[in-house]
């Protein structure tokens, strides 16, 4: 059974960090693209990372760039979100989701769900003082 399993959310301060892993069980994640989306209350989703199977290509939203970074341990079937300098306005529920033909969907600067085909239930991050 193909499952994803997000992990590290929590309550930080303006500033701190954290980082969130995405385990996969029932197939190896390294052969698909991953994605980071988030969802914050009372908005849509939006792609925020992605990595790809290929070459390792990593995409990011343009309001994470140079503070998130993405990265995968194909030892250990995960991937990581290592998350800096995080604001109030990261304040969502942060899903990873995985793409069988490898590949990130990138339009306009942004991570497209499009080709993700199988999705965690997301892990909760809260940044406030």
């Known amino acids: 059974q193909v499952q994803l399993v997000e992990s590290g959310g929590g309550l930080v301060q303006p500033g701190g960090s954290l980082r969130l892993s995405c385990a996969a069980s029932g197939f190896t994640l390294n052969y698909y693209a991953i994605g980071w989306f988030r969802q914050a209350p009372g908005k849509e989703r939006e792609g925020v990372s992605c990595?790809?199977?290929?070459?390792?290509?990593?995409y990011y939203e343009d309001s994470v760039k140079g503070r998130f970074t993405i990265s995968r341990d194909n030892a250990k079937n995960t991937v990581y979100l290592q998350m800096n300098s995080l604001k109030p306005e990261d304040t969502a529920v942060y899903y990873c989701?995985?793409?069988?033909?490898?590949?990130?969907?990138?339009?306009?600067?942004?991570?497209?769900?499009?080709?993700?085909?199988?999705w965690g239930k997301g892990t909760l991050v809260t940044v406030s003082s």
């Open positions: 989701a995985a793409d069988e033909f490898g590949s990130c969907t990138v339009t306009a600067g942004y991570v497209r769900e499009y080709g993700m085909d199988h």
């Open positions: 990595i790809s199977s290929s070459d390792g290509s990593t």
